[in-house]
Structure formats: C-alpha cells, structure tokens
C-alpha cells in the first residue's frame, strides 16, 4: 500500500525555520517525482516546489522562491522541505504528493499544518 | 502562470441529481487537466487525469472532457459521499489549481 506521512510542522514565529519530512512506503520511491502543495485556512491548494525522482532538478513557485529548499534522500524513501524566513502567509497545511498517473497527483500524504505566528 | 478558473464556486445538488462542474484555463492546455476531490479534514484525491481518464478506483459515475481551455467533470448520480470541494489542476505549463468549487446538499 502506497503511504506518504508527512511530519516537522507547527508553530513557528515570522523570520524563523521549519524543515518538513515526507515518510514514503510501499512503492520505489526513487522512481517517482515528487511535489509539496499548500493550502492556507480555509483556502484552496497551492503548488509550493518539485523535485525530480534523481533529485537532480528542483523548482519553487515565486512565493518561496529563495526561501524554501526541496530535496530527497532516496535511501530513505524521504522528501524534505526546508522553510527559512517564514512568513505569516506561509501558513497552511503542506502536503506531499507523488506524481503517477497520467502526470497527476496520484497519492497524497495526510498534511503537516505550519503555523507562523507570534 | 496559467490560470484556472472554476465555476460556479458553489453548487447546490440533490442526491441522485446530475452535477456539472467547469474549469476554464487562460492558455490552451491540451489535455493536460486533472480532477481532484476533497473532504473536510482530508487530503485532496485524485479522480481524473488526462481529461478523462479516471484513476484507479475512482466510479463510473465519475467523467471527465473538455480540451484545449473548457474543461467539465460531471458527476452522473450524487451519491451522499460526493458532496465535496472539487478542484481541477493543470501540468501542461508549471502547474496551477484552480479556486475549486463546493458541491453540497440542497
């Protein structure tokens, strides 16, 4: 069975750092690309970042573009996202998504809240 | 960046009615549209890839058309645990969700 659990979120104060892991298991992880969305209260879904399956090429949304690293270790069957100078709008649930079928979304972790407040 | 738009933002169904959801995209993008359902408390699930393809596991009465910039998901005979928000995605140029829309009992 596919799974992906994400975990590393929660409260974190305006300027400060958060990384976030994404578990994955059940499938070769090292053969899939993979993403992070966003969605704030409330809010619809926002593409955050992409990485490659060889982690060899990344790309961020201009939102967290220079702030937001994506990587992966596939020896681990992770992803990561490390967030630095965090804004209040950077607030949302995160989740990782894993690219399938026909180049969708095809599973989704269960979201990581990040909370950036003082 | 590509725009996707939804509409209507809210749609008031019966159980058993018919719904029709539309996207509209601000650049053509072929048939490279996706359909995601979501719950409250949920992540989002993938229904439809492709246009019209539907992912595995996903009903019949769930489908999909549209090419180019117009894009419907229809969902045949709501059933109780279709009443959702609905989102349609675009992987053609980056990729951008649109605003989604809200199916709910009337």
């Known amino acids: 069975e596919v799974q992906l659990v994400e975990s590393g979120g929660g409260l974190v104060q305006p300027g400060g750092s958060l990384r976030l892991s994404c578990a994955a298991s059940?499938?070769?992880?090292?053969?899939?690309?993979m993403h992070w969305v966003r969605q704030a209260p409330g809010k619809g879904l926002v593409w955050v970042s992409r990485i490659t399956n060889d982690g060899k090429t990344v790309f961020y949304a201009d939102s967290v573009n220079g702030r937001f690293t994506i990587s992966r270790d596939n020896a681990k069957n992770s992803l990561f996202l490390q967030m630095n100078r965090l804004r209040a709008e950077d607030t949302a649930v995160y989740y990782c998504?894993?690219?399938?079928?026909?180049?969708?979304?095809?599973?989704w972790g269960q979201g990581t809240m990040v909370t950036v407040s003082s | 960046e590509i725009v996707m738009t939804q509409s209507p933002a809210t749609l008031s169904v019966s159980p058993g009615e018919r719904a029709t959801l539309s996207c509209r995209a601000s650049?053509?993008?072929?048939?490279?549209l996706a359909w995601y359902q979501q719950k409250p408390g949920q992540a989002p699930r993938l229904l439809i890839h492709?246009?019209?393809t539907r992912a595995t596991g996903i009903p019949a009465r769930f489908s999909g058309s549209g090419s180019g910039t117009e894009f419907t998901l229809t969902i045949s005979t709501l059933q109780s645990e279709d009443f959702a928000v609905y989102y349609c995605q675009q992987y053609n140029n980056w990729l951008t969700f649109g605003g989604g829309t809200k199916v709910e009992i009337k």
């Open positions: 998504a894993r690219v399938g079928e026909g180049r969708a979304f095809d599973f």
């Open positions: 492709t246009t019209s």
């Open positions: 059940g499938f070769t992880f090292s053969n899939y690309w």
């Open positions: 650049q053509t993008i072929g048939s490279d």
